[in-house]
């Protein structure tokens, strides 16, 4: 007996070692930089949590295309809304001077495409005219965060959408989420307890597609790595500073474990280039501690 409680305390000692050997060097990369950065890693199949700031709220700019991309499934799963309803695509929602690779496949509009289509470009590209569009189908935010606080997500907010931060950029800051919220969402999901089986594969396949962010979470993982994410940037205002460089992501594990991790960079003065770079030097160390 005494074998066993020697042995549990030796790897609770060593496994605390670890975490603590992650911690400094994840403070490392974030030393001397003039920004806020905010960090939350969550083992699914182990019992690890490490977080940095992890209850501070964060603007999360597109990274909330996640939970309203969960708020329009659980419709789909409701029956209220099906993937291959036609939605029209025209002036009025393909709006200009904003991100938006549906608008640059339909420059003219007049055109109606599946639900699907406007899911997946608002996920996997980011979009921000098919986000408004989702949100406008659902009756707005307020239909989000009522989804989001009826499946006991703490630490989010969501008021504003895509056009209202794009008029104003400190409403950003209204929409905000914890670190720990964002791995603890992204948890529920996998776990399939925000959406049917169903939605949940179908949006996990939209997630392993993103093409933004290539210089986030995933730039220094190995090749073919699955990674299920979401990114979210706010660009620099006129002043030089950057409100939000964030990403959340599910990873898969050459075991088949998995681990949720969020990074958000806020009120940042470094450049751009150094903003995601601390985001990709700190998933590699993640990585590292999980592959050790």
Request: with cysteine; proline share 3%; charged share 25%.
């Amino acid at each position: 007996m005494k074998k066993i409680a020697f042995l549990f305390l030796f790897a609770s000692a060593f496994l605390s070692a670890q975490k603590s050997a992650l911690e400094q060097k994840i403070n490392m990369i974030t030393k001397g930089k003039n920004a806020t950065v905010g960090v939350s890693v969550l083992g699914f199949e182990n019992p690890f949590k490490y977080s940095k700031s992890g209850d501070q709220k964060f603007p999360m700019q597109s990274v909330f295309k996640f939970h309203i991309a969960a708020a329009v499934l659980d419709f789909v799963d409701q029956g209220k809304l099906s993937l291959d309803q036609k939605i029209p695509l025209n002036a009025s929602n393909l709006l200009k001077n904003t991100w938006s690779p549906l608008r640059d496949k339909y420059p003219n509009g007049n055109i109606e495409v599946p639900l699907s289509e406007v899911i997946e470009y608002t996920v996997a590209k980011s979009d921000n005219n098919g986000c408004d569009i989702l949100l406008r189908l659902l009756g707005g935010t307020k239909t989000v965060q009522h989804f989001m606080d009826s499946k006991g997500v703490k630490g989010f907010r969501i008021r504003y959408n895509e056009e209202d931060m794009h008029k104003d950029w400190s409403v950003q800051y209204e929409n905000y989420s914890t670190p720990n919220s964002a791995v603890t969402v992204l948890k529920k999901f996998y776990d399939g307890k925000l959406v049917s089986k169903k939605s949940t594969d179908y949006l996990m396949k939209v997630m392993l597609s993103t093409s933004t962010g290539l210089n986030k979470i995933i730039e220094q993982l190995p090749k073919n790595t699955p990674v299920a994410r979401k990114t979210g940037a706010s660009g620099k205002n006129k002043e030089g500073l950057t409100g939000a460089e964030n990403e959340i992501a599910i990873i898969t594990l050459p075991d088949g474990k998995h681990y949720a991790i969020a990074v958000f960079v806020s009120n940042s003065m470094e450049t751009d280039t150094v903003n995601c770079k601390m985001i990709s030097d700190i998933s590699k160390e993640v990585w590292d501690y999980f592959n050790k």
